[in-house]
């Protein structure tokens, strides 16, 4: 398989401040994914983002394939950001996505 | 809403039954993946069909069967339940089968074996 080594494992944020989600992968991927479980279980498409910078609302992603990492800023946040995030990749040559062990965020007001 | 649906959203069952989980895949979508997220595995990829046919196999039990209809909607099948089995289980789809394909995920089916 392949290792998906996302960091810090729990973030707890006032409401307002940013951050940055890191995650690490230990092969050459070809699809990256990021996502946003609410606490009601529901896996949320945040970006599709093998490569390269995406930027959507308050929320941005970037991926250095080469340097085999993706970054997640999220800024300004809000309450309603809580929840776990996961980075997900596809290995060259598996149709499968690997998921990492996740980042849960809680916003405090 | 992905437009990926799971039916149902919950399952409470007891050790030893069999259950049906079914998905349907976004509209145009030919690519069905399974999904299990246990507290002690986390979330691993059991099996993909594309376009009726089993196209790739990850870390599937014996006990578990899946397959994909001619209007491309999938049944996982879970038989001979242990407690073990307990887990949300996820339904995706995407466009094609290959690698480039962007997934989108269901509202997942929570299985409570008793």
């Known amino acids: 398989g392949i290792q998906v080594e996302q960091s810090p494992p729990d973030l707890i944020l006032q409401e307002g401040a940013n951050s940055t989600l890191r995650c690490n992968f230990s092969d050459s991927v070809n699809n990256l994914q990021w996502f946003h479980q609410n606490p009601w279980g529901q896996l949320i498409n945040l970006f599709y983002i093998p490569s390269g910078t995406k930027q959507n609302g308050r929320l941005s992603a970037t991926t250095v394939a080469t340097e085999r990492y993706s970054l997640l800023y999220i800024s300004s946040s809000q309450t309603t950001d809580s929840g776990v995030y996961f980075c997900a990749v596809r290995k060259t040559g598996a149709n499968n996505l690997f998921f990492g062990t996740g980042t849960r965020l809680t916003v405090i007001p | 809403d992905s437009g990926v649906t799971q039916t149902p959203k919950h399952l409470i069952t007891a050790t030893g039954q069999r259950v049906t989980l079914r998905c349907s895949p976004r509209s145009g979508d030919l690519s069905v993946y399974w999904y299990q997220q246990s507290l002690d595995q986390g979330l691993q990829f059991l099996i993909q069909?594309?376009?009726?046919?089993?196209?790739a196999k990850g870390n599937i039990l014996e006990r578990f069967s899946a397959q994909q209809f001619p209007d491309l909607h999938s049944e996982l099948n879970l038989s001979s339940l242990e407690l073990g089995d307990s887990a949300l289980y996820f339904c995706?789809?995407?466009?094609?089968?290959?690698?480039?394909?962007?997934?989108?995920f269901g509202p997942g089916t929570r299985l409570t074996v008793l």
């Open positions: 995706a789809s995407s466009v094609g089968g290959s690698a480039n394909n962007e997934q989108f």
């Open positions: 069909y594309y376009n009726g046919e089993e196209r």
